[in-house]
């Protein structure tokens, strides 16, 4: 895919990102000239995916830095910091959002004047959208070594190009593989109750032209017993010492892989790791029970039903196999310090 799926416009001075609440009914893209319209497009998913949540959340503090124009900078550095941390309110569990968020602006906490502010500011969270291609890149090539040269790949939820800048972490590894000429063939779960699977990563990756079926999130076991999976590869959305954040339902995916034998594998950047925090301290986001109730105006459950909808689950690190990253590709257990100091998988 070529497009990139969130990017700063310099003609309209605006963030420009592909509606991906539209997909795959129709393409198209809203030019974001506010910090809440921003904010809006994250909590509804119409720019999703934990690592082109950071490039969204870099271009948002850019933003930010470029409305507000209040001389003093102490004021001015204290309205942009507001900004940040409304962004960031938006989305809990994807780590790569508060990354992306605090590295642009810490940037420019010594800036000398807003004009100063917003140009490093857009510098800055425009090296981290070139940095995410340049990382899904390198993931795809590390990945792709450990795909057989014929095979079946499933894959839950989106991790492809429409959530990162471009590439994608999870597809990534399956575009480096169909490039290096290995004959990979997609299962993609439709990944209830948004989608992403069906309407997204069977969107994306039927515009490459490599092949791909849909299957309903519960047919994922009976597949891989009928001996019609060969690997599974899915993205991050943090990785914690223990666990492994990511689409609600991969965690069924890991323990199935599991008990048939299946090499279970994640493919993430480095700003999906989180050093800081153990599984049981994340904080998995819950989302609006119309998300399970409603498909368009039709009603899937009685009124007076109440639903659970989380939206991630986390995976134990014994259940995965290897996970690929900018720096190479580490097996469980590791220490999230010593992969993010650049001491191991290289
Ligand atoms: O709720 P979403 O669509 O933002 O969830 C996205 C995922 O779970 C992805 O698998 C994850 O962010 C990795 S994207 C490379």
Redesign the pocket.
């Known amino acids: 895919m070529e497009e990139k799926t969130v990017y700063w416009d310099h003609d309209s001075g605006s963030i420009i990102f592909i509606e991906?609440t539209a997909l795959p009914a129709e393409y198209r893209t809203v030019s974001c000239k506010s910090v809440e319209r921003l904010a809006e497009a994250i909590r509804r998913?119409e720019v999703?995916?934990?690592?082109?949540?950071g490039v969204a959340g870099a271009f948002g503090v850019a933003l930010a830095a470029k409305l507000h124009d209040d001389s003093n900078m102490d004021s001015f550095l204290r309205l942009v910091r507001e900004d940040a941390d409304y962004l960031n309110s938006t989305?809990p569990?994807?780590v790569?959002l508060s990354w992306g968020i605090n590295r642009t602006y810490e940037s420019i906490k010594n800036a000398a004047s807003p004009e100063e502010a917003a140009e490093t500011a857009l510098r800055v969270a425009e090296e981290i959208a070139a940095e995410d291609e340049m990382m899904?890149r390198k993931i795809g090539e590390t990945g792709a070594k450990f795909l057989p040269d014929e095979c079946t790949v499933l894959t839950?939820?989106?991790?492809?190009a429409l959530?990162?800048y471009t590439w994608?972490?999870?597809?990534g590894v399956i575009r480096s593989a169909v490039e290096a000429g290995k004959n990979v063939s997609v299962i993609s779960c439709e990944?209830r109750p948004?989608n992403?699977g069906s309407r997204?990563t069977a969107w994306e990756l039927s515009r490459d032209n490599i092949p791909v079926k849909t299957i309903t999130d519960s047919s994922a076991a009976f597949l891989m017993k009928r001996g019609e999976i060969d690997a599974v590869v899915?993205?991050?959305?943090r990785i914690t010492h223990d666990a492994v954040?990511?689409?609600?339902g991969?965690y069924m995916h890991a323990v199935c892989a599991k008990h048939h034998e299946i090499p279970f594998y994640v493919?993430?950047p480095t700003s999906?790791f989180d050093a800081t925090l153990s599984e049981k301290d994340v904080v998995v986001?819950q989302?609006d029970r119309n998300e399970l109730a409603k498909c368009g105006d039709r009603l899937l459950m009685p009124d007076s039903v109440d639903a659970i909808n989380y939206?991630?689950d986390s995976t134990p690190v014994e259940l995965v196999t290897a996970i690929f990253t900018e720096k190479g590709a580490v097996r469980p257990p590791f220490s999230v310090d010593e992969i993010l100091q650049r001491k191991v998988g290289i």
């Open positions: 991906q998913l999703r995916g934990a690592p082109a949540l989305r569990t994807a790569n899904c839950h939820c989106n991790a492809g959530a990162c994608g972490t999870a597809l990944t948004l992403q997204l899915v993205g991050a959305d954040f990511n689409k609600i991969t493919a993430a999906t986001e989302r939206a991630f």
